[in-house]
């Protein structure tokens, strides 16, 4: 079966069952694997190397604080404030806020990087004009601080969601108490809530830069399109994560391989060859990460296409109009027109 070049909308806007949309994200990156890998490259790598090196920096020190904890409890000489000192400064090390700051902002640029080489692909008028690097990162850097906020925003928003559910059942809970059963109930439900609102949200950043709209416009639009569609978007999400974890597992247990070795014992803390493995190892797995995620978003963006195609028909539309647009035949010149007899 031909594979599509995702070069114009109708590519894109189809309705597609759940099978063709993990293949459509695959097709894409095989269609587009080098432009959005320059892009990845350029854009993202740098930021996903430096978070790399920041949390085996840190995941060395870690080694080192457990192995000093383990030699003071086998002593019996454990100082509960010592440790508790130890932990404190390793949370407040450069290497920690490094990780930690690397990591939210890493996450955003790849977000970014993805969904906006996806829309300007989409947006192109004409299918064989490439999506260059410096378009991308244009877009990336008018858009980052903003999807940055939202990130917080999104993560206000469920707090908020949650507390109010958990107001609301802690209260029902609470007039429940002699029914064990109906208190698991209510527990549960909190639960289900909570998953059915991230379900949603997941099309937030995919719906937010290709219709260009505001924070809470796109949080109504996110439930607009999935309603009457969360199963399939969740089952969409429960196998594109099954597949990552276990590619994940794969490179973990692989590049486990080249710091294990050299890793702190309980009885030796850990040396200098043991954390530039571990910086090599974390660098290497950020590396994968980058490789690995992209899959995920575009899954996302493809059930948000068919979402919006089912709903609304857009790209049957676009196919439509372009029925009939057949380029003009060339005039045939005068010399060489059959039907010209000539001069008698």
């Known amino acids: 079966m031909a594979h599509l070049p995702f070069t114009r909308p109708s590519d894109f806007m189809r309705e597609r069952d759940f099978g063709?949309?993990?293949?459509?994200?695959?097709?894409?990156?095989?269609?587009?694997?080098?432009?959005?890998?320059?892009?990845?490259?350029y854009i993202v790598l740098p930021l996903f190397l430096l978070q790399g090196i920041a949390s085996g920096l840190l995941q060395a020190r870690l080694g080192g604080f457990l192995v000093s904890w383990r030699a003071s409890m086998?002593?019996?000489?454990?100082?509960?404030?010592?440790?508790?000192?130890?932990?404190?400064?390793?949370?407040?090390?450069?290497?920690?806020?490094?990780?930690?700051?690397?990591?939210?902002?890493?996450?955003?640029l790849l977000t970014l990087t993805v969904y906006g080489y996806l829309v300007?692909?989409?947006?192109?008028?004409?299918?064989?004009?490439?999506?260059?690097?410096?378009?991308?990162?244009?877009?990336?850097?008018?858009?980052?601080?903003?999807?940055?906020?939202?990130?917080?925003?999104?993560?206000?928003?469920?707090?908020?969601?949650?507390?109010?559910?958990?107001?609301?059942?802690?209260?029902?809970?609470y007039l429940l108490q002699g029914n064990p059963a109906l208190v698991f109930f209510v527990i549960f439900a909190l639960y289900i809530g909570m998953a059915y609102i991230m379900v949603v949200l997941s099309l937030f950043f995919i719906v937010q830069l290709r219709e260009r709209t505001g924070f809470f416009a796109t949080i109504a639009r996110c439930f607009s399109l999935v309603w009457g569609k969360w199963w399939s978007t969740f089952g969409l999400i429960v196998v594109m994560l099954l597949l990552l974890v276990m590619l994940i597992v794969v490179v973990y247990g692989l590049t486990s391989l080249i710091s294990s070795p050299f890793a702190a014992t309980p009885t030796q803390s850990p040396t200098a060859l043991a954390r530039?493995?571990?910086?090599?190892?974390?660098?290497?797995?950020?590396?994968?990460?980058l490789a690995l995620y992209p899959l995920l978003f575009l899954a996302l963006a493809f059930q948000y296409f068919n979402l919006v195609e089912r709903k609304e028909g857009h790209g049957l539309y676009a196919l439509v109009d372009s029925i009939g647009g057949q380029p003009?035949?060339?005039?045939?010149?005068?010399?060489?027109r059959p039907e010209d007899e000539g001069e008698y």
């Open 74 to 108: 086998i002593r019996g000489k454990a100082n509960s404030a010592e440790s508790l000192q130890q932990f404190s400064d390793m949370m407040s090390s450069p290497e920690y806020w490094v990780a930690v700051v690397g990591s939210l902002f890493s996450f955003t």
């Open 328 to 336: 003009e035949s060339a005039a045939t010149p005068q010399s060489f």
């Open 120 to 173: 300007l692909r989409l947006e192109k008028t004409d299918p064989t004009e490439p999506v260059t690097v410096r378009e991308v990162w244009a877009l990336v850097r008018s858009r980052f601080w903003g999807a940055l906020a939202s990130f917080f925003g999104l993560a206000l928003v469920m707090i908020v969601a949650v507390l109010g559910m958990a107001t609301v059942l802690g209260l029902l809970s």
């Open 20 to 41: 063709r949309k993990i293949e459509a994200s695959f097709d894409f990156v095989r269609a587009h694997f080098r432009p959005l890998g320059a892009s990845l490259l």
């Open 276 to 289: 530039v493995l571990s910086v090599v190892a974390a660098c290497l797995n950020s590396v994968a990460m």
